[in-house]
T-cell receptor, first 115, second 113 residues
Framework: GAVVSQHPSWVICKSGTSVKIECRSL??????MFWYRQFPKQSLMLMAT?????????EQGVEKDKFLINHASLTLSTLTVTSAHPEDSSFYIC???????????FGQGTRLTVV | GDSVTQMEGPVTLSEEAFLTINCTYT??????LFWYVQYPGEGLQLLLK?????DKGSNKGFEATYRKETTSFHLEKGSVQVSDSAVYFC????????????FGTGTKLQVIP
């Protein structure tokens, strides 16, 4: 099946700094990628839909200025958490869909800890 | 809007026991239904899917049948193994583009030897 690689798998940063998370589709082109956030013992919440070459579509309640998404190519989307705070600590997961397909392929996730 | 409700965990079973994790959904139109599995510290992997009513998805001994009349997609396995210990998410993707996936809250399964 299609492979989605996410990097880094974990990161610890100081409060006030920014962190960039990369999501790559390794063996297919993804015009659309999705970013999710997972709180401990909770389900995945869709944060935004990333569209190659255009602005991301954010879900209600997600701060677009805080969670910057860039989908510069058909194989790469990045999520930057700006001015991170401890409450941003979470597990972030990206997914990508084959064009015309029904199945979403997920990256391995990034554990962000803000101290 | 779309929603998925699945049974709360954790579920603890002995090896070789029968597993059922209930999942019901609310959606407009004719969604596709999925079960994803998340092993500790990892991302999600698709376990199985069904795209229309009465379809049965199956993989690695797990099965789930798309029941439109009861809006359910219960996950079953006849004999669980320790290696099946993980969190299982029921999910749906609405018809008309398959853009967004809505997840249930997840059910943690622990299988003990």
């Amino acid at each position: 099946g299609a492979v989605v690689s996410q990097h880094p798998s974990w990161v610890i940063c100081k409060s006030g700094t920014s962190v960039k998370i990369e999501c790559r589709s390794l063996d297919f082109q993804a015009t659309t990628m999705f970013w999710y956030r997972q709180f401990p013992k909770q389900s995945l919440m869709l944060m935004a839909t990333s569209n190659e070459g255009s602005k991301a579509t954010y879900e209600q309640g997600v701060e677009k200025d805080k969670f910057l998404i860039n989908h510069a190519s058909l194989t790469l989307s990045t999520l930057t958490v700006t001015s991170a705070h401890p409450e941003d600590s979470s597990f972030y997961i990206c997914s990508a869909r084959l064009q015309g397909g029904t199945e979403a392929f997920f990256g391995q996730g990034t554990r962000l800890t803000v101290v | 809007g779309d929603s998925v409700t699945q049974m709360e965990g954790p579920v603890t079973l002995s090896e070789e026991a029968f597993l059922t994790i209930n999942c019901t959904y609310t959606a407009t139109g004719y969604p596709s239904l999925f079960w994803y599995v998340q092993y500790p510290g990892e991302g999600l992997q698709l376990l199985l899917k069904a795209t229309k009513a009465d379809d049965k998805g199956s993989n690695k001994g797990f099965e789930a049948t798309y029941r439109k009349e009861t809006t359910s997609f219960h996950l079953e396995k006849g004999s669980v193994q320790v290696s099946d210990s993980a969190v299982y998410f029921c999910a749906l993707s609405s018809s008309g583009g398959y853009q967004k996936v809505t997840f249930g809250t997840g059910t943690k399964l622990q299988v003990i030897p």
